[in-house]
């Protein structure tokens, strides 16, 4: 099993920027790929971005591109969110999930992290 840590939340002013990371342990057997996600309060489950661990390939929700940027570091097992110009609308819990399996198109993906908490302030 994939374990996944996510780190880089915060409280930030609106059109700053963070970078989150997600720690992963337990490749190479159980992930094709990782993504982020994020649930703001009383709203359901948001896919943002993923990426492959062999190419690299990415796949973003229309909202973030050109926002947020995903990119992994293979030898670190890490996979990172940069988001930039945030507005108050981005606060939220974030969280890391895994993909055990191709294609990265189909967004079904099967573990999450515990979550981080941005916060952004108008």
């Known amino acids: 099993q994939v374990q996944l840590v996510e780190s880089g939340g915060g409280l930030v002013q609106a059109g700053s920027s963070l970078r989150l990371s997600c720690a992963a342990s337990g490749r190479p057997f159980n992930s094709y790929a990782l993504g982020w996600f994020r649930q703001a309060p009383g709203k359901g489950r948001q896919f943002l971005a993923g990426?492959?661990?062999?190419?690299?390939?990415?796949d973003y929700r229309d909202f973030v591109k050109g926002r947020f940027t995903i990119s992994r570091d293979n030898a670190n097992n890490t996979v990172y969110l940069q988001m930039n110009s945030l507005k108050p609308e981005d606060a939220a819990v974030y969280y890391c999930?895994?993909?055990?399996?191709?294609?990265?198109?189909?967004?079904?993906?099967?573990?999450w992290g515990q979550g981080t908490q941005v916060t952004v302030s108008s």
């Open positions: 999930a895994n993909k055990r399996r191709a294609p990265l198109s189909d967004r079904l993906y099967d573990y």
């Open positions: 990426t492959t661990w062999t190419d690299g390939s990415t």
